[in-house]
Structures are given as C-alpha cells and as structure tokens.
C-alpha cells in the first residue's frame, strides 16, 4: 500500500488508475511532503507504480469535500503504512501540515524513510527544525538522497519498500555500469558490488558467455567481474567448458524470409535472406554451446591471471576435466560413436590449461599416452572424423609443450595417413601451421634433422615453424632454404624471408641485404604480392642491419615502392638508422603522405631524429585523420616529451585495446611513461588492458 499526503486540495477523483500486478513482498509509504513539492512526489508515485507499488491512498484522489475528518484519515495512513517517508525539502519544513505528520510519526514510532530532495548538505540541512530533528536522530530510520541522482535513489527505495523488484533493478543497473560504463575505474567499483551478492550476478554474467567472443571489451570485464565473485564462479564456468551446462541456441528471427519448410525440417532461405541468416548466426554466437565454452575458458585464464589463489584450483579443475573427457572419448570411441563435443571440450580444456600455465607441465603424461593413431580412430574411419580428430591431437600435443609431447607431435609427422590429411599447404585452418613454435629451442634440432629426411611434403611445415622460433641457428637454415631455391612455392618463400626479418638478427639482416636484388629477381618478378612480402623484408631487414651503408642503399631504392606498408617500414628504418640523406623523403611524407598512417609515422621518425617541431604537430592535430593520424602524432609528441600527446594517447590506447593489438597496446603505454608526469602515468594506470 502507498499512501501519500500533502495540504489538501480539494480535487475529486472518481478513482485511482492500475499499474502492474502489486509485487508480492512491497511494504507500505506513507509519504509526508508540501503541495509546493507536487511533482517530484507524482514523479515519484508514477515510477512506484511502473515498478508495481500501487493502491495508493493520495490526497487528490481520496481527499475532497466529503472527507468527514482529515486529521484521523491522515493517522490511520500512517498507522496503516510500514513505512513513514518524508520529502525533505525547504518546503516541506514551513509546512504546517508536514510537521503535524512528523509528530504522528514520532508518537507512532513508525521506521522512518527520509527522501532528501534539494538541500546541499543532505539530511543535515534540515536538523534545525525540531520536529524534523527528533525524527531523523531516532535509530529507525534510513536517508536517501535523491538531489544527486534520482534513479540511483530510487533503486535504493525500492530495495526497501519491493525488495525483490528492487533488487533486480540494482542488479541490472550495476551490470550495466560493468559492462558500459566508459570509466574503467567506476566499472571495477561496480565489480566490487557484484563480488558481494554472487547468487544474484552470477546467472546474468554466465549468460553472457556466449557473447564474449564478438567484443574485447565485454570479454575483460565479464571476465573481471567473475574474478570479483571468485570460487563460486569456478563450478558453473567448469560447467559451460564441460558442455554440463546446456545452451539454447536462439532461434533465427520469424521475420526472415524463406521458401518453406521441408519434410526433413530444413529450411530453404532465398536471396538476400540468407545473409540475414548469416548476419544474425555471427551475431549471436551460432552454436551458442560452443560460444559458452569458449567464453568460460577465457573466463577462467583471466580469472587465475587476476587472482593468484583461485590459480591451483582452476589448474586442479582443469586435470580433473582433462581425465573426464578422455574417458569419454574412449566410450563413444569403443561404442563406434564420433562426437564432436567431446573433442571440442579436450580441445578447450588443454588450451585453457595451456594459457593459465606456461608451460602447462602439470598436465598429465598419460594423457600424451592416449594420443595413439590407431586407438583413437576407433571403428569410426569416415574423413570426418580423421580430420576432426587429427586437428584436435596436433594442437592439443602442441599446446601442453612438454618433451613427451614433441616426440609424439614428431611421431604423427611421419605417419603416411596423418601426411594425406593435413601436409597441404591450401589447407585452412591447417593444425601444423604453427604447432611446433609453442616448444620453443627445443624444437629447433629435431626440426632441422627432418629437414634431411625424404617427406617433401613437410617442408613447408618446417621451414615456416622454424622461422617464428627466435633462434638464430634455425632462421639460418631458413635463409639457407629460401637461397638454394629448393621450395617451389615462390608466395612462401617470400613470407619465409619478411619472417627471418621481422626477428631482428643483425648477422642476418645483413646477410638479407646483401642479396636483396637476387631475391627480388627470382621472387618478386611471379606478382606484386610476392614483391610486396620481398621489399617489406628488405625495409625491415634495414631497420635492424649492422651495415648502414647497405641498409642506406635498399632503403633509397625502396622509397619508390608502391606497397604502403614497405613504405612504413622504410620511414621506420631511416629513424632507427639515423639516414639523414633520405630525410627529405621523411618529410615529404610528414607533410603529403597519401594516408594518415603514413603522415603519422613520418612524424614519429622525425621526431625521433629530433628533426620536426611539437608546435608543428600540435597544428596537424586538429585536421589529422582520428582513427590512425592523430594516435600516431601523438606518439611522435611522445617523443619530444609534450603533454598535448596525451588524449591523443589514451584514445591509442582504447582503440588498440578493443582491436587487440597487445603490441600498439603496449607502444601507447610506453608513450604516456615518457611524458612523465603523475597525470600521464595516472592515466597509463587507468587505462592500460582495463578498458
């Protein structure tokens, strides 16, 4: 019940409109105020109905000219009421009819809801009247201050007047500061609030789940926010990474058109429709199961990346998960069943093992043991399931990193059935792309000595693991490769030489210029793909080169290149190797480079030179393009230690974040520690990987 009065008015009212169903758990108001304060209480009265507080007792509905006695009207709202709210307000203080109430109230001990509205101080501004003062000095009454924010006040009313209502509205507005609030700071603040009622954040944030793979941003903050919760969030996330946990994948929307229905239940769509079929699969997460568990294993990286005390337990969870779905994997295998939940779910479960520890020795060898061609196939021999089985052995044999797993991973490369399925090189995604580099120099021998053996087929694989491992040996025996002309594949060849130049190994830098025209000759003259990848290589190769001469020479005849990207790399190589005969080139770009990329990156170079002005790149400011100019003119005001750089920098920070690009990420960072000022670093603290 809400009862409200105010001086009367003498309206008649024939009676007051429904709302909602009244809620179950709603508590009764009496609310004191003077007329003068009419529409905030109807503001008021309006938002209690929305939310299903009703069957008000109001004075211009129920008060009128045939009122026998207001007086006993008025004591019985209050006596009836569970509650005695009082609008404090200049006001309601010169009211005579407001401060009969309060003296109701005192008499009536009734639990007190002082409701401030326009008073500077709070509640305080208002103890000089006496009456007001016996009322809000008593131990049963509660404050809300609605002058700073009326609905943050108001969901602080209703937890006390609908608890339940009020606490899904709490709830909803607190995750709504976590997930969009764009101040990280506040968001943590809101994670704190969650992190003291799991029960009641932890369905709307597992729900989110399968989202977390479309936004960078949504992803770090569920994922914080559940680090907030903590062990209670362990059991449902092993929940969604153990497909325990069921998720309904949404259905496409009834207004999108198609042919009909057949017998089989397959819908045929038609024309444009199947893009929007497309579009809403992307936007939702497709298989939603599959999402889920994605998102739950990122969940529980960061979560022991956060906290330091949940780490042995995800890891405990995480062997205990490992064992399970090997034992499931055994039982649809002996069964002639192929399942392909139970390799997405071994899949998932070594790749977060593998991320919460590097390397994940605590994985079992046993289950190296089970990685065994022929029991694995079981009596299931369809491609199908070689290719999904095959993939799933090679990245998780990669993943767990250990000697063990090397040897098996070996092992497998040798195997002529494994060679048919995956050793080609138009095959994507191809599970031996990458697998070797996660071992690091002990790969490296082992690598090499097959490089001898007689499996044409795997050099490829080869050459292009050994080229992302930072050893320098083996970038050798790659440039010995890419020189004796032995691949056929001019394209990856190519990649192979930008990657031994991307590693900055000064030996072979130089040993890259050197031949630079060789290479463009035999390799660049097949397309302009295979010239961009061969002159990049050659640029980056200049940045890092012991020989400045050599390094002057490639970069003067690259600065005719067509290939933007080379044309970045060479702006680059002329600052780290101080070229000042190609600094007009610099220039000339700095001032009418075809992108803004390019124009900022000159200014960077410049200003590392010392050789440009701040007050000449403050004046680009205004006009540089946002997305990539202005950043990197910030990065270059960086340089020359200006703290115009410095929104320039956060904006880098955010963009690069949301992008995931953990190295700008990083460079942007850097930039603000240079700047070297308690504002800047204030800032770096704030918005560096907290976005």
Request: with cysteine; proline share 5%; glycine share 6%.
């Amino acid at each position: 019940m809400l009862y409200a009065s105010s001086r009367p008015q003498h309206e008649s009212f024939e009676g007051a409109s429904r709302g909602p169903q009244m809620a179950a758990d709603s508590k009764s108001l009496f609310i004191s105020h003077s007329s003068q304060d009419k529409a905030v209480v109807n503001q008021l009265i309006v938002k209690l109905r929305e939310a299903g507080v009703e069957n008000l007792w109001y004075d211009v509905f129920d008060v009128g000219p045939t009122t026998d006695d207001l007086n006993e009207r008025i004591k019985d709202g209050i006596r009836a009421a569970d509650y005695f709210a009082i609008v404090l307000s200049p006001a309601s203080q010169a009211s005579q009819w407001v401060s009969y109430e309060v003296q109701e109230a005192l008499v009536q001990n009734k639990l007190v809801l002082a409701l401030v509205f326009d008073a500077p101080r709070g509640h305080y501004d208002f103890l000089r009247n006496p009456h007001t003062s016996d009322l809000l000095r008593g131990g049963r009454r509660k404050v809300i201050d609605f002058s700073a924010d009326f609905d943050k006040a108001f969901n602080e009313l209703l937890l006390v007047v609908a608890p339940k209502i009020g606490k899904e509205r709490a709830v909803g507005d607190t995750l709504n500061r976590i997930l969009k609030d764009p101040d990280p700071d506040n968001a943590e603040r809101a994670m704190s609030v969650a992190a003291l009622d799991a029960d009641a954040y932890l369905p709307p944030l597992l729900k989110m789940l399968p989202e977390l793979r479309n936004d960078a941003t949504t992803l770090y903050r569920v994922a914080q926010a559940l680090a907030h919760v903590g062990q209670k969030a362990l059991n449902p996330l092993f929940a969604h990474l153990f497909l325990l946990e069921p998720v309904k994948s949404e259905e496409i929307p009834s207004e999108i058109p198609h042919d009909g229905s057949s017998e089989d239940g397959w819908v045929t769509y038609a024309g444009g429709s199947f893009s929007d079929v497309l579009r809403h699969l992307i936007l939702t997460g497709g298989n939603r199961a599959w999402a889920a568990q994605i998102g739950a294993g990122r969940c529980l990286v960061a979560m022991a990346e956060r906290e330091s005390t949940l780490r042995p337990l995800i890891r405990s969870r995480l062997n205990e998960c490992l064992s399970a779905a090997i034992r499931a994997i055994t039982v649809s295998k002996h069964e002639g069943i192929f399942t392909d939940d139970f390799y997405d779910m071994l899949r998932m479960t070594i790749e977060t093992a593998a991320s919460v520890e590097q390397p994940p020795t605590s994985l079992d060898p046993w289950l190296i043991q089970q990685f065994c061609l022929e029991s694995l196939w079981g009596s299931d021999q369809s491609q199908q399931a070689k290719d999904k089985l095959g993939s799933c052995v090679v990245d998780c044999l990669s993943r767990i990193g250990s000697q063990k797993a090397l040897e098996r991973l070996l092992e497998l490369s040798e195997d002529r059935e494994i060679i048919e399925l995956f050793f080609a090189l138009d095959r994507a995604p191809n599970p031996w792309d990458e697998c070797f580099t996660r071992f690091g120099n002990m790969a490296v021998d082992p690598l090499i000595d097959r490089l001898q053996g007689k499996n044409a087929s795997f050099r490829p694989f080869i050459l292009r693991n050994l080229s992302l491992i930072p050893n320098v040996r083996g970038l050798s025996v790659v440039m010995d490769a890419v020189e004796s002309h032995q691949e056929a594949d001019p394209l990856h060849l190519s990649k192979l030489l930008l990657r031994v130049a991307s590693r900055g190994v000064p030996a072979l830098s130089d040993r890259l210029l050197s031949r630079f025209e060789e290479y463009r000759t035999y390799l660049g003259a097949q397309s302009d793909l295979e010239l961009s990848y061969v002159e990049r290589a050659g640029a980056v190769a200049a940045r890092s080169a012991s020989d400045r001469a050599v390094a002057t020479r490639v970069c003067e005849e690259l600065c005719k290149s067509r290939d933007r990207w080379t044309i970045v790399e060479v702006i680059n190589a002329i600052a780290d190797q101080h070229i000042y005969p190609l600094l007009g080139f610099v220039r000339s770009l700095f001032q009418n480079g075809p992108t803004g990329a390019i124009r900022g990156v000159a200014a960077i170079a410049l200003s590392k030179m010392k050789e440009v002005k701040a007050a000449d790149i403050v004046s680009r400011l205004g006009e540089a393009e946002e997305a990539t100019e202005r950043p990197y003119l910030c990065l270059a005001l960086a340089e020359l230690r200006d703290p115009a750089a410095q929104a320039g920098l956060v904006d880098g920070l955010k963009s690069s974040f949301k992008r995931r690009d953990w190295a700008e990420h990083d460079l942007y960072a850097t930039a603000l520690t240079q700047l070297g000022t308690p504002e800047a670093e204030h800032l770096r603290m704030k918005w560096y990987k907290r976005i």
